[in-house]
């Protein structure tokens, strides 16, 4: 089992940044994904950005030139550094994590982009 449990959440007002982190935990292996998802109220979940074990990182349009994804392999730890925030980026975050024994979800962690 993998365990993975999401910080950095809060409020903020429009134009400001927030970083959020996913630390994992148990049977991690060598190689595998990581994912930031997003789910806004009435709204579908969706891919916000990706890293894979060797650093090739993927973002949804919205956000490109806004957020970076990252991750430190010695620490099983996912970063995402989000500037620029806007009211439509408000949503609860989600960790992913994919490797070939499994998939894994963290709880969720609520960014709020409010004046």
């Known amino acids: 089992q993998v365990q993975l449990v999401e910080s950095g959440g809060g409020s903020v007002q429009p134009g400001g940044s927030l970083r959020l982190s996913c630390a994992a935990s148990?049977?991690?292996?060598?190689?595998?994904?990581m994912r930031w998802y997003r789910q806004a109220p009435g709204k579908e979940r969706e891919l916000v950005a990706a890293?894979?074990?060797?650093?090739?990182?993927n973002y949804q349009d919205s956000v490109k030139g806004r957020f970076t994804i990252s991750r430190d392999n010695a620490k099983n730890t996912m970063y995402l550094q989000m500037n620029s925030l806007k009211p439509e980026d408000t949503a609860v975050y989600y960790c992913?994590?994919?490797?070939?024994?499994?998939?894994?979800w963290g709880q969720g962690t609520q960014v709020t982009v409010s004046s």
């Open positions: 992913y994590l994919w490797q070939t024994e499994g998939e894994y």
């Open positions: 148990g049977s991690i292996y060598s190689i595998y994904d």
């Open positions: 890293i894979t074990n060797v650093g090739i990182t």
